[in-house]
């Protein structure tokens, strides 16, 4: 089965340095998503791409948060520098449109301290 | 502004019986509505969706109804399984790529 790929798993890190997520999409997915799950505000739209092109980043703390799609096999979210309100489970995913659903990763479980 | 609501946190069904997960959506643009279910450390894994057009999509033990006047949609399983414990996403989309998830119902089978 194919399958979306988000490393690390889990990231425990202090408060002011830098993080770095990762998400292979699915091949020939057109678009990724960034989630964060939380538990006050379930699931939250981060950013998404379409085509390796960003089209909404609405939902990011742009000060501290950035998301990028350098290829076609990579997405990454960046957080510089990091709170410990960021602590949370960011999720991926990658699909075809919204009729055929999405696959999401496994995530990311991140801790700031 | 939550644009999908969920508005029972959890619920609990009996082994066979059915279960009923609702969810509410305020924009009436939204033209695909999705149900994703979530296992505890894992990614939620897509289940069944339904589009504008449509008021009933089924797939096996899912059905997932579409009430667009009183903008409410359902998904119902029948029978429920131990499996199906898990917490349920309602989730929709406007112009077939954004999706919006509500906040989710944690569905518990008992024995």
């Known amino acids: 089965d194919a399958r979306v790929t988000q490393t690390p798993r889990d990231k425990v890190t202090e408060m002011g340095q830098e993080v770095t997520m990762r998400c292979q999409p699915i091949l020939g997915h057109n678009t990724v998503f960034w989630y964060r799950q939380t538990m006050m505000q379930g699931l939250e739209l981060l950013a998404y791409f379409r085509n390796r092109a960003p089209l909404d980043d609405s939902g990011m703390p742009k000060d501290r948060f950035s998301a990028e799609m350098p290829d076609a096999t990579l997405a990454t979210l960046k957080i510089q520098p990091s709170e410990p309100r960021d602590s949370a489970v960011y999720f991926c995913?990658?699909?075809?449109?919204?009729?055929?659903?999405?696959?999401f990763g496994s995530g990311t479980r991140l801790t700031v301290v | 502004d939550q644009q999908v609501k969920q508005n029972s946190p959890s619920l609990s069904v009996q082994e066979g019986r059915i279960s009923i997960l609702n969810c509410d959506y305020t924009n009436s643009m939204f033209d695909y509505f999705l149900w994703y279910k979530k296992y505890p450390a894992e990614g939620p894994t897509f289940l069944i969706s339904i589009s504008s057009i449509k008021d009933k999509n089924e797939d096996g033990r899912f059905t997932v109804f579409l009430n667009k006047s009183a903008k409410h949609l359902s998904l119902h399983i029948v029978p429920s399984q131990p499996g199906d414990s898990a917490v349920y996403f309602c989730a929709a989309s406007a112009g077939g790529d954004k999706i919006i998830f509500g906040k989710g119902t944690r569905l518990h089978i008992l024995p």
């Open positions: 995913a990658s699909g075809l449109g919204a009729p055929y659903g999405y696959t």
